[in-house]
């Protein structure tokens, strides 16, 4: 997964007052526009390095965070077959994680700052994990839909400017479509099951549709200088509007397919190809990515245990001479 | 808006109870290595990404894990990463001429075009004589 397709904005100047010397900007940008890749040595301004690097931080989060809900079912999963593909699928999202830290870790910050900085609730993740996995039906609805939501906003990703990013994204996409095939077998799996199966997986459906699917890319962009210069930067590769309709446009109709309903009366195919559907209550968006979700206080909980308790074997293997390195790629 | 974990597990670890983090220190995640993938034998080993590590011996192990997991790999190498040394980018112009060098390749040794020269020359040379000659 997980995909963070939603960047929590932030327009605040980088460093106050700094100017860019105008030559170098003006280099930078022509490589941008040329298709050139940015490297962690090239010159870069400091707010795209501020930019790149919070995105990234934040997807590496949320890629460890989007493990905890899943992971709770790995000991409850149906059969073997399941199980397998479930410890799996966590396995990478973890693996993720650590590839994107890996290419954060390119621009300067240290892993340990990150992690401070996420357990101590000053990092944002993606808000979908801030909702609960209720039955087994929610991992195949998280499986199919949620990785599906993280492969249209990754795609997109990959196509940006930062070549670090770029290439942990190759490797994650190339996952991801494991990830979303399981995701979608299990979804099938209840799908043609029993009445009963139906009705849970209607269930999880109905959960996830609202509020956390349709929060998943974010509300529509304000148009910006700022976005306007992510997108120019080729930070921010595709509006968060666009990802939703390029979402809905390929996933509606898998789930349609099967007589399996969304709870949005409103959402249909226009004649002008766009998809029309309810707005979801963007308030409760931002409750709850400021933390008053269902699940933030334990996800978080979670994470900072697992530091603190695993602190002292990190601790013995420890040695004075263990140098601080920004790696080169 | 806080309901109760789901996992029994998280129940039972009593998170509420447990210590605020006091935040991790430097280093505390260790030392990034390199890691090259080999897939198969003589094979080059090809750099994939980095791992963090206290020494070699666990850095092999995270990058089978990280590294290893599909796929085929017959081997993997991991180099801390403050033992390699590298040029800076920003001199990279030192490098500029080499393709420029022809000198150093077989395509700067055109002999085709001198034989081809010199049989002309000896034809047209040798249609001046039959020419005298007639």
């Known amino acids: ?329 | 808006m806080h309901n109760e974990s789901l996992d029994p597990r998280i129940r039972r670890a009593e998170l509420e109870s447990s210590p605020a983090s006091s935040g991790l220190q430097q280093n505390e995640h260790w030392e990034p290595f390199a890691v090259f993938h080999q897939d198969k034998r003589g094979a080059a080993h090809e750099f994939v990404g980095i791992v963090h590590a206290p020494d070699a011996e666990l850095a092999l192990a995270f990058a089978k894990e990280q590294f290893g997991r599909r796929k085929k790999t017959v081997n993997l190498w991991v180099v801390r990463s403050s033992d390699i040394y590298t040029f800076q980018h920003e001199d990279d112009d030192m490098f500029s001429t080499a393709p420029e060098k022809t000198y150093r390749d077989a395509s700067g040794y055109p002999v085709r075009k001198r034989i081809n020269k010199y049989l002309d020359d000896l034809k047209e040379i040798e249609r001046q004589h039959l020419q005298r000659a007639s």
């Open chain 1, 1 to 329: 997964m997980y995909g963070n397709a939603y960047i929590e904005p932030d327009a605040k100047p980088a460093i106050n007052g700094q100017v860019e010397d105008p030559e170098k900007l003006e280099i930078f940008e022509a490589r941008i526009a040329r298709g050139e890749k940015i490297e962690p040595d090239d010159w870069m301004p400091a707010e795209y390095r501020r930019q790149v690097l919070r995105m990234i931080e934040q997807h590496a989060h949320s890629e460890i965070i989007g493990a905890l809900p899943e992971g709770t079912w790995i000991t409850r999963a149906p059969t073997l077959k399941r199980k397998l593909a479930l410890i799996a699928k966590v396995q990478d999202e973890v693996g993720h994680g650590h590839l994107l830290y890996s290419a954060a870790e390119t621009l300067g910050k240290s892993r340990e700052a990150m992690i401070n900085d996420l357990i101590n609730g000053k990092s944002k993740y993606s808000n979908i994990f801030n909702y609960p996995a209720k039955s087994w039906a929610d991992i195949a609805v998280i499986g199919f839909l949620v990785d599906a939501g993280a492969i249209v906003n990754q795609l997109a990703n990959a196509k940006g400017s930062y070549g670090p990013y770029c290439r942990a994204l190759e490797r994650i996409c190339y996952e991801e479509s494991f990830h979303l095939k399981q995701g979608y077998d299990a979804f099938v799996a209840l799908a043609v099951g029993t009445p009963a199966q139906r009705a849970m997986l209607q269930d999880a459906l109905n959960r996830w549709w609202f509020p956390p699917m349709m929060h998943f890319f974010g509300p529509p962009d304000t148009i910006s200088v700022h976005t306007e210069k992510l997108m120019r930067w080729k930070v921010k590769m595709m509006s968060n509007e666009d990802m939703r309709q390029d979402f809905l446009e390929q996933y509606v109709p898998k789930i349609w397919e099967l007589g399996m309903t969304l709870p949005d009366p409103a959402l249909k195919k226009l004649e002008d190809g766009k998809w029309q559907y309810t707005q979801p209550d963007w308030d409760e968006f931002f409750r709850v990515i400021n933390g008053d979700g269902p699940c933030n206080k334990e996800r978080l909980a979670v994470r900072r245990y697992a530091e603190e308790n695993g602190r002292w074997v990190r601790e013995a293997m420890m040695k004075p001479e263990m140098k601080r390195m920004v790696p080169y790629a």
